[in-house]
């Protein structure tokens, strides 16, 4: 009686407060405590029209058996008067449809009730859900909602969390979704979100039970993705973002989904954002998006992963971000504009078996290709790779006594740990002359040698060791700076007569040089080194105008078998070539610029050979017509075949705008008929392109 008489007063003066702040009267709706049988009073609105703006904190109805329990406090807000109720733990289920607008529910209303099975949130008004309000409310599997919330609507941090929800379909209106707002709704299969929701915080969905797809694609008004929103959800099995737009996605957005095969319409690619999805196979990016970034972690332990497209704009490849990712076979999708590969990026990805760096990379941090157990062949296509760290081949095929680096690189290792660390000896691994600091080269304790191409010694970094029985080979010149750099380790100079191929500037044979500057080369094998080689072409067509085109090898390197043209830093210089073991049996003599490396050939008659004349005022550098069968040729050198069609019976090199072969002289010879396309090559059955006929350019649709 003591508790009724003390409950009774509490409400009397809470009431009474309302009255005298609002000037209203009020009216009283009935409900009962099953437990205790109280009979509790509430505050509404005065008239229907007049309603009142409630927001509930664990308010229930009786049902026919009044098994339902009032519980907690309301807050009632009705021209700024508030009421303050009791509270109690024990509910069933609520539904409040009786004169009131509900416009949200209290931070905390019903947090820990185990025994809420059912919400009825119907009302159009409502606004907003705080923070814990139904939190591991494990028995509560249905919330009821509008289909359609005037004012917007935003869900509280952990609103959710734990509660034993088993389908959800959010109202239109709905903008927010807090951070941890289902958290672990393990029982969470099915979800269908508005086209409203603007942000969903981090960890809205960690854990939840989703299956199926994750269909994004009507959410019209998403911006954002929070930090690892649909985390170890593990039975969705594909996710489709809005094709109109891009969505912003939080690190470890989707890590975890051991199920999801397909994502589409992404758009970005965060930190550890789809890491560990070890089902993951199809990865397309939305239509006219630009990925430049993949994260760390990205896509880390994706070991099915096989289809990415439109990565070709990618500048920054993060740490570990294809880490296991065994079924990459290549490289190619991520384009050629990335400028460092992250630590650990290819970690462990088995199908690699070969690889070719793009010229645009400039560091290959540590380990970044460390387990990759098939990979046999690195390519570096170009000279901008300034530092390879250290365990970066550790555990493949690739044969370091034959690795080509860079021409530019400048640190070998890093915190004194070699870049391939097993313990097979090195015979004649080549330093290239750019290399500056370096770790230890070898951890085994045999007997192993290492060529360095650069007279000034490179640096050990802290930690590095070099073993006692070891032999640098180093230029003949540097022999003694090597010797006080290293005094443990026997030096010795290169050998003379591996320098493998030497060309005076002075040569006038059928492939000598012109002007003193200028000459053809083709090697047999791969030219890592040289000494006064300023610049180096290669023939890739010819003009409408009948100029022979030529463009620059960026990289400088001679790829084996490869004619080229070349100019020398200085007129009167020979310029050596230092050749690794890639080799070739026959050039490619597929262009316009052939060559041969057996002795004792001949120019074909109608080619055309660089050389010295000494007729008329001298060194007329050009390119001159082969007219005898007899003419000789230098092997390792190269000359030019035309199409009969371009009638020049001279050729000056020409290097303004229009990199060029100028025709200068005319010779007509009998006109064929027959047809080349732009390399030089006669077509029997030309197709849809560009050709040459009877010395005119034309073109087959």
């Not at 999805?277 to 880390?300: H, N, P, R, W």
């Not at 555990?395 to 915190?415: A, C, M, Q, R, Y």
């Amino acid at each position: 009686m003591k508790r009724v008489l003390l409950l009774a007063l509490f409400l009397t003066l809470l009431f009474g407060v309302a009255k005298a702040d609002s000037g209203m009267s009020v009216t009283q709706d009935k409900l009962y405590d099953y437990n205790d049988n109280l009979k509790y009073t509430i505050v509404k609105a005065p008239t229907a029209s007049e309603y009142g703006e409630v927001l509930l904190a664990g308010l229930c109805t009786e049902d026919a058996a009044k098994t339902s329990v009032f519980v907690a406090s309301i807050v009632i807000i009705d021209k700024g008067t508030s009421l303050v109720g009791s509270s109690d733990k024990y509910v069933n289920e609520y539904s409040f449809t009786k004169g009131y607008r509900i416009i949200g529910v209290g931070a905390s209303a019903f947090s820990g009730n185990t025994t809420l099975t059912y919400v009825d949130l119907s009302s159009r008004a409502l606004r907003s859900i705080g923070k814990n309000a139904f939190q591991n409310c494990t028995a509560l599997t249905e919330v009821k909602f509008n289909s359609d919330v005037s004012n917007g609507l935003s869900i509280g941090n952990s609103a959710f969390s734990g509660a034993g929800l088993t389908s959800l379909s959010l109202p239109e209106g709905l903008t927010t979704i807090g951070n941890n707002a289902f958290y672990e709704c393990k029982n969470l299969t099915e979800l269908t979100l508005p086209s409203t929701v603007e942000t969903i915080g981090d960890q809205a969905f960690q854990s939840c039970g989703l299956d199926g797809e994750l269909n994004l694609k009507k959410c019209s008004a998403l911006k954002s993705l929070g930090g690892s929103c649909f985390i170890f959800c593990k039975g969705i099995r594909q996710v489709t973002f809005p094709e109109e737009h891009a969505v912003d996605l939080g690190g470890s957005c989707f890590q975890g989904c051991e199920s999801l095969v397909i994502a589409k319409n992404v758009s970005c690619l965060p930190g550890s954002c789809f890491d560990d999805c070890t089902a993951l196979q199809d990865v397309y990016v939305m239509s006219g998006e630009e990925i430049k970034t993949i994260g760390s972690y990205c896509f880390s332990g994706c070991a099915k992963l096989g289809r990415v497209d439109n990565f070709s704009n990618c500048e920054t490849l993060g740490e570990s971000c294809f880490r296991g990712c065994s079924t990459l076979t290549s490289l190619d999708f991520l384009g050629n504009k990335f400028k460092m590969i992250g630590r650990s990026c290819f970690y462990g990805c088995s199908g690699l078996e070969s690889v070719d760096i793009p010229a645009t990379v400039e560091v290959l941090e540590s380990q970044c290709f460390c387990e990759c157990s098939n990979l046999a062949t690195l390519n570096f296509l170009g000279n901008n790779v300034k530092a390879i760290g250290s365990y970066c081949f550790y555990h493949t095929k690739i044969d370091k006594n034959k690795i080509v680096f860079p021409s530019s690189l400048e640190t070998l290792g890093d915190g004194g740990s070699d870049v391939f660390n097993d313990n097979s000896a090195c015979t004649n691994m080549v330093i290239p002359a750019s290399v500056k600091e370096m770790a230890t080269l070898d951890i085994s304790s045999k007997s192993s040698s290492f060529r360095f191409l650069g007279k000034t010694p490179p640096t050990l970094q802290e930690g590095a060791k070099v073993g006692a029985n070891w032999t640098f080979q180093v230029p003949a010149s540097a022999v003694d700076a090597y010797k006080a750099a290293f005094p443990t380790v026997k030096v010795e100079a290169i050998p003379s007569d591996e320098w493998d191929y030497e060309f005076s500037p002075a040569n006038s044979s059928a492939a000598g040089v012109i002007d003193n500057k200028f000459g053809t080369i083709c090697l047999p094998r791969q030219g890592d080194y040289t000494l006064n080689m300023a610049k180096l072409y290669t023939v890739v067509g010819i003009s409408a105008d009948n100029k022979v085109q030529i463009r620059e090898v960026e990289d400088g390197v001679l790829r084996a078998g490869v004619p080229y043209i070349y100019k020398t830093d200085d007129s009167r210089s020979k310029v050596r070539v230092w050749c690794s073991g890639v080799s070739v049996s026959e050039p490619d003599n597929s262009g316009l610029l052939k060559s041969t490396f057996t002795e004792g050939s001949y120019v074909p008659v109608g080619a055309y050979v660089l050389q010295f004349t000494t007729s008329g005022s001298g060194i007329d550098n050009k390119f001159h017509i082969v007219k005898s069968a007899s003419f000789p040729f230098t092997p390792y050198r190269a000359y030019l075949q035309l199409p009969e069609e371009v009638n020049a019976s001279a050729l000056r090199l020409d290097f303004g705008e229009a990199t060029g072969i100028e025709s200068v002289a005319t010779d007509k010879r009998e006109a064929d008929g027959a047809v080349y396309d732009l390399s030089g090559r006669r077509v029997q059955q030309p197709r849809s392109g560009f050709y040459i006929k009877n010395g005119k350019k034309y073109i087959i649709k």
